[in-house]
C-alpha cells in the first residue's frame, strides 16, 4: 500500500533553490535513508514531509488515515511530568477504556443490575465489545511496551518517577525518541536519532526499526545503522535526487557502477563526435564529398549529446602530520579516579598506550569516557591516582562540544589568531581544504552549522601537528563523505591515537586496540570493532555455559566435570576454526583480485612489450596461484 506520495516538489528559501522536482514514495514496511551532504536538504525534505515546512511547487499526497511521527535532531522532551507518566500519555485512549472497563465491572457486581436481566444483558454485551476492542489495540501490553522501550534507551537503573526536567539534554533526547516509537504512527520520520546513543543503545535500536510494522523515513550519518536497517536509498544532492534499492553498502557500488558506465558512454559519444566533426571539416568543401558531409552534419545536428557525468561534490582534503616523533611510550595511567567535585565516576584505571597505537574507547553513556580525556587534557583535576606522558609527547584535543571555538570571531580569524606566523595565503589554503572558500572564511562561528563548526576545529586541530591526538567523538556532526576523508587522514597519521566514538564503522577502520570502560574499570581487548563484539560474545557464551554447568559440576561425578571442560574446548576451537576459514576466503578474495589486476595488464600493448614488467607480472600471477592453492588446501581440511 503506497503510504505517501511526493511529486516534482521544489522549495526555495528567498532566491536560493534547495530542492528542485523531488520524486519519492513511501509504501508499508519500506525502509528508506535519505544521504546526502550537510546542507543538501535532507532536513528540510523531512519537515515538508512532517508538514512543518511550506513548499513553492509540487505535490505530497497522502490517505487522512495514514499517520506520521517526526523526530528533529536533537529534540528533547520537555515536560514537567515523571518519566512513567510522560510515556503513559501516549496511551491516554488505552487508559480510558480501561477505567470504562472497571466502571462496567463494578455495574456487572451491582445487585440492582444483576437482578435485572436485560439490564445486566445490556451492560455485560458492552463489556464485552469493549474489552475486545481493548485487546486488539494492546491494551493488555502497553505498559510492558513502555518498561520495553525505556529499557532498551538505556533507561534500566533510572526511578520512573524522576521528574524528565531534571534530566540532562541527552536524556531528554531519548525520550522524545521513545516517546515517538511508542505511538507507532504508520510513518517514522527520523532525523538523526543516532545521536546520544551509545553502542548497545544503537544494536537495540536498529533490531526495533528491523521489526516496526510502520514505514520507515530515516536521516543518519551512521553506517553500520544504515546498513542494518534500510532497504532503499535517496540521495539528494545538487538540488535533485536519486533513488538507489538496497542498503548503503549497495547503493554506494550501485553509485560507483552507475558513475563508470555513464563515464564510459559519454567518452564513447564524445569520440564519436570528434570523428563526426573531423570528417565534416575536411569534406564539407570539397564537391566530391560535400554530400556525404553534410549528411554528417545533420546527423550531428539529431544527436542527443549527453552531459558530462557528475562525480562526487567536492571533498574535504584532511592531512594530520606530526612536528617531532615522540618516544615508544606514550601514555600510562596509574589506578586513575576520575570525576567532578570530588564526584568519582570511575576509578582504578590503568592503561598504557604505545606510540603509533590506535586506541577507540568505547562504553555505556555515564561510564565516564569524555571525563577521562579531560583528566588526560587536564582539562579536569584527577580526583585519585596518576597518569604520565612519555618523552616528546605533543597532545592535539578534539572536544565535541567544539568549547575551544570563540563564537564571535570570523572563521578565518579563529585560525590565523592561533597561528600569527602563518600568511593569510596559507591559512585561507587550509581553510579551503576543510571547504571554506569565498566568503565562507568571513562568516562568524556562532553562525556555523554543526557540521561546519566540526570542520573548522579539525582544521586547528590538523595546524597543530600534534604526535598524539585525543579525540571525543570526531564524526559527530560531519556528513558521511566527510567521515570517510577523516577516516583516511587518520589512517594514514603517523602518531598515536586514543579516540572516543560511538560510529561502529568508524572504530573499525581505525582501531587497533579497543579499550572498554565499565564500573570494574577498563578492559583491553586487541583488534578492531568486530574483533571487540566477537570476543565479548565469546565471554557471554563462556560464562552462560559456566553457569549452566554449576548445579551439574555439584551433583555429578568427575568424569561429567571433564565432559563439560571437553565440551567448552571444542566449542572454543570450532570458533577459531570459523574464525580461519573467514581469513582463507577473504585472502583468496584478496588473490583473485591482484591476479585479475595483473592479467589485464598483461593486455597492455606497452605492458606485453617490456619483457622484465611483463615477466614480472607472470611470477606475481604464478605466485599470487600457488598461494591460492595452499589456501584452498587448508580450507578444505578445515571443512572436513
Given at each position: 500500500?503506497?503510504?505517501?506520495?511526493?511529486?516534482?516538489?521544489?522549495?526555495?528559501?528567498?532566491?536560493?533553490?534547495?530542492?528542485?522536482?523531488?520524486?519519492?514514495?513511501?509504501?508499508?514496511?519500506?525502509?528508506?535513508?535519505?544521504?546526502?551532504?550537510?546542507?543538501?536538504?535532507?532536513?528540510?525534505?523531512?519537515?515538508?514531509?512532517?508538514?512543518?515546512?511550506?513548499?513553492?511547487?509540487?505535490?505530497?499526497?497522502?490517505?487522512?488515515?495514514?499517520?506520521?511521527?517526526?523526530?528533529?535532531?536533537?529534540?528533547?522532551?520537555?515536560?514537567?511530568?515523571?518519566?512513567?507518566?510522560?510515556?503513559?500519555?501516549?496511551?491516554?485512549?488505552?487508559?480510558?477504556?480501561?477505567?470504562?472497563?472497571?466502571?462496567?465491572?463494578?455495574?456487572?457486581?451491582?445487585?440492582?443490575?444483576?437482578?435485572?436481566?436485560?439490564?445486566?444483558?445490556?451492560?455485560?454485551?458492552?463489556?464485552?465489545?469493549?474489552?475486545?476492542?481493548?485487546?486488539?489495540?494492546?491494551?493488555?501490553?502497553?505498559?510492558?511496551?513502555?518498561?520495553?522501550?525505556?529499557?532498551?534507551?538505556?533507561?534500566?537503573?533510572?526511578?520512573?518517577?524522576?521528574?524528565?526536567?531534571?534530566?540532562?539534554?541527552?536524556?531528554?533526547?531519548?525520550?522524545?525518541?521513545?516517546?515517538?516509537?511508542?505511538?507507532?504512527?504508520d510513518i517514522l520520520i527520523l532525523d538523526e536519532p543516532t545521536n546520544h546513543l551509545d553502542i548497545d543503545t544503537l544494536s537495540w535500536l536498529e533490531q526495533y526499526l528491523q521489526s516496526y510494522n510502520g514505514a520507515i523515513l530515516i536521516v543518519s550519518h551512521d553506517r553500520y545503522f544504515l546498513d542494518k536497517v534500510v532497504n532503499q536509498v535517496y540521495e539528494i544532492s545538487r538540488q535533485h535526487i536519486k533513488k538507489f534499492h538496497g542498503n548503503y553498502s549497495n547503493y554506494l557500488n550501485q553509485k560507483a557502477e552507475q558513475y563508470e558506465k555513464d563515464m564510459k558512454l559519454f567518452e564513447k559519444q564524445q569520440e564519436q563526435v570528434a570523428k563526426l566533426e573531423d570528417f565534416i571539416q575536411r569534406n564539407i568543401a570539397?564537391?566530391?564529398?560535400?554530400?556525404?558531409?553534410?549528411?554528417?552534419?545533420?546527423?550531428?545536428?539529431?544527436?542527443?549529446?549527453?552531459?558530462?557525468?557528475?562525480?562526487?561534490?567536492?571533498?574535504?582534503?584532511?592531512?594530520?602530520?606530526?612536528?617531532?616523533?615522540?618516544?615508544?611510550?606514550?601514555?600510562?595511567?596509574?589506578?586513575?579516579?576520575?570525576?567532578?567535585?570530588?564526584?568519582?565516576?570511575?576509578?582504578?584505571?590503568?592503561?598504557?598506550?604505545?606510540?603509533?597505537?590506535?586506541?577507540?574507547?568505547?562504553?555505556?553513556?555515564?561510564?565516564?569516557?569524555?571525563?577521562?580525556?579531560?583528566?588526560?587534557?587536564?582539562?579536569?583535576?584527577?580526583?585519585?591516582?596518576?597518569?604520565?606522558?612519555?618523552?616528546?609527547?605533543?597532545?592535539?584535543?578534539?572536544?565535541?562540544?567544539?568549547?575551544?571555538?570563540?563564537?564571535?570571531?570570523?572563521?578565518?580569524?579563529?585560525?590565523?589568531?592561533?597561528?600569527?606566523?602563518?600568511?593569510?595565503?596559507?591559512?585561507?589554503?587550509?581553510?579551503?581544504?576543510?571547504?571554506?572558500?569565498?566568503?565562507?572564511?568571513?562568516?562568524?562561528?556562532?553562525?556555523?552549522?554543526?557540521?561546519?563548526?566540526?570542520?573548522?576545529?579539525?582544521?586547528?586541530?590538523?595546524?597543530?601537528?600534534?604526535?598524539?591526538?585525543?579525540?571525543?567523538?570526531?564524526?559527530?556532526?560531519?556528513?558521511?563523505?566527510?567521515?570517510?576523508?577523516?577516516?583516511?587522514?587518520?589512517?594514514?597519521?603517523?602518531?598515536?591515537?586514543?579516540?572516543?566514538?560511538?560510529?561502529?564503522?568508524?572504530?573499525?577502520?581505525?582501531?587497533?586496540?579497543?579499550?572498554?570502560?565499565?564500573?570494574?574499570?577498563?578492559?583491553?581487548?586487541?583488534?578492531?570493532?568486530?574483533?571487540?563484539?566477537?570476543?565479548?560474545?565469546?565471554?557471554?557464551?563462556?560464562?552462560?555455559?559456566?553457569?549452566?554447568?554449576?548445579?551439574?559440576?555439584?551433583?555429578?561425578?568427575?568424569?561429567?566435570?571433564?565432559?563439560?571442560?571437553?565440551?567448552?574446548?571444542?566449542?572454543?576451537?570450532?570458533?577459531?576454526?570459523?574464525?580461519?576459514?573467514?581469513?582463507?576466503?577473504?585472502?583468496?578474495?584478496?588473490?583473485?583480485?591482484?591476479?585479475?589486476?595483473?592479467?589485464?595488464?598483461?593486455?597492455?600493448?606497452?605492458?606485453?612489450?617490456?619483457?622484465?614488467?611483463?615477466?614480472?607480472?607472470?611470477?606475481?600471477?604464478?605466485?599470487?596461484?600457488?598461494?591460492?592453492?595452499?589456501?584452498?588446501?587448508?580450507?578444505?581440511?578445515?571443512?572436513?
Amino acid at each position: 500500500m503506497i503510504l505517501l506520495q511526493v511529486q516534482q516538489l521544489t522549495k526555495y528559501f528567498g532566491a536560493e533553490l534547495i530542492l528542485s522536482n523531488i520524486k519519492l514514495e513511501v509504501q508499508t514496511r519500506d525502509r528508506i535513508a535519505l544521504v546526502g551532504r550537510n546542507g543538501a536538504g535532507k532536513s528540510t525534505l523531512l519537515k515538508i514531509i512532517a508538514g512543518i515546512l511550506s513548499y513553492d511547487s509540487g505535490n505530497i499526497l497522502k490517505p487522512k488515515e495514514v499517520t506520521i511521527g517526526y523526530l528533529a535532531q536533537n529534540t528533547g522532551l520537555e515536560s514537567d511530568l515523571s518519566i512513567m507518566d510522560e510515556m503513559l500519555s501516549v496511551f491516554s485512549h488505552l487508559r480510558s477504556m480501561e477505567a470504562q472497563l472497571r466502571r462496567l465491572e463494578e455495574q456487572m457486581a451491582d445487585p440492582a443490575i444483576y437482578g435485572d436481566s436485560g439490564q445486566y444483558e445490556r451492560v455485560t454485551k458492552e463489556y464485552d465489545l469493549l474489552q475486545n476492542k481493548f485487546k486488539e489495540s494492546g491494551g493488555y501490553q502497553f505498559e510492558s511496551d513502555i518498561r520495553s522501550v525505556l529499557h532498551g534507551l538505556n533507561f534500566q537503573d533510572f526511578d520512573y518517577s524522576t521528574k524528565i526536567s531534571t534530566l540532562s539534554g541527552g536524556q531528554k533526547t531519548r525520550l522524545a525518541l521513545g516517546k515517538l516509537l511508542l505511538t507507532k504512527p504508520d510513518i517514522l520520520i527520523l532525523d538523526e536519532p543516532t545521536n546520544h546513543l551509545d553502542i548497545d543503545t544503537l544494536s537495540w535500536l536498529e533490531q526495533y526499526l528491523q521489526s516496526y510494522n510502520g514505514a520507515i523515513l530515516i536521516v543518519s550519518h551512521d553506517r553500520y545503522f544504515l546498513d542494518k536497517v534500510v532497504n532503499q536509498v535517496y540521495e539528494i544532492s545538487r538540488q535533485h535526487i536519486k533513488k538507489f534499492h538496497g542498503n548503503y553498502s549497495n547503493y554506494l557500488n550501485q553509485k560507483a557502477e552507475q558513475y563508470e558506465k555513464d563515464m564510459k558512454l559519454f567518452e564513447k559519444q564524445q569520440e564519436q563526435v570528434a570523428k563526426l566533426e573531423d570528417f565534416i571539416q575536411r569534406n564539407i568543401a570539397r564537391a566530391s564529398t560535400t554530400k556525404r558531409a553534410q549528411s554528417r552534419r545533420k546527423q550531428l545536428e539529431r544527436m542527443e549529446r549527453m552531459e558530462r557525468p557528475e562525480g562526487d561534490e567536492k571533498s574535504a582534503n584532511i592531512m594530520f602530520q606530526i612536528e617531532k616523533q615522540s618516544g615508544n611510550e606514550v601514555l600510562k595511567t596509574n589506578s586513575l579516579t576520575i570525576g567532578y567535585d570530588n564526584e568519582i565516576i570511575a576509578q582504578h584505571l590503568n592503561v598504557y598506550i604505545q606510540r603509533e597505537e590506535s586506541v577507540a574507547l568505547v562504553g555505556p553513556n555515564g561510564a565516564g569516557k569524555s571525563t577521562f580525556l579531560k583528566t588526560l587534557v587536564k582539562k579536569l583535576p584527577a580526583l585519585a591516582g596518576e597518569f604520565s606522558l612519555g618523552a616528546n609527547v605533543a597532545i592535539g584535543y578534539y572536544d565535541q562540544e567544539q568549547a575551544n571555538l570563540t563564537s564571535n570571531k570570523t572563521v578565518l580569524n579563529e585560525l590565523w589568531d592561533d597561528y600569527p606566523s602563518s600568511d593569510e595565503k596559507e591559512i585561507r589554503t587550509v581553510l579551503g581544504n576543510f571547504l571554506f572558500s569565498g566568503d565562507d572564511v568571513l562568516k562568524p562561528v556562532y553562525a556555523l552549522s554543526g557540521g561546519e563548526k566540526a570542520r573548522l576545529a579539525l582544521a586547528k586541530l590538523m595546524m597543530q601537528k600534534a604526535n598524539f591526538l585525543i579525540l571525543d567523538e570526531p564524526t559527530n556532526h560531519l556528513d558521511l563523505d566527510s567521515k570517510e576523508v577523516l577516516e583516511n587522514a587518520l589512517i594514514d597519521y603517523p602518531g598515536t591515537l586514543l579516540f572516543v566514538s560511538h560510529d561502529r564503522y568508524f572504530i573499525n577502520r581505525i582501531a587497533s586496540k579497543v579499550i572498554e570502560m565499565s564500573k570494574q574499570g577498563l578492559t583491553e581487548y586487541l583488534g578492531d570493532y568486530d574483533y571487540y563484539v566477537a570476543k565479548k560474545q565469546e565471554q557471554k557464551e563462556l560464562a552462560e555455559l559456566e553457569r549452566s554447568a554449576l548445579p551439574v559440576v555439584e551433583e555429578t561425578s568427575s568424569a561429567d566435570s571433564s565432559n563439560y571442560y571437553i565440551d567448552k574446548e571444542q566449542k572454543k576451537k570450532e570458533r577459531q576454526k570459523r574464525r580461519r576459514i573467514e581469513e582463507i576466503e577473504e585472502r583468496i578474495e584478496s588473490l583473485e583480485a591482484e591476479i585479475e589486476e595483473a592479467e589485464d595488464l598483461l593486455c597492455q600493448p606497452e605492458v606485453f612489450q617490456d619483457h622484465e614488467k611483463s615477466l614480472e607480472l607472470q611470477q606475481k600471477v604464478e605466485a599470487c596461484q600457488s598461494e591460492i592453492e595452499q589456501l584452498m588446501q587448508e580450507w578444505e581440511t578445515l571443512h572436513d
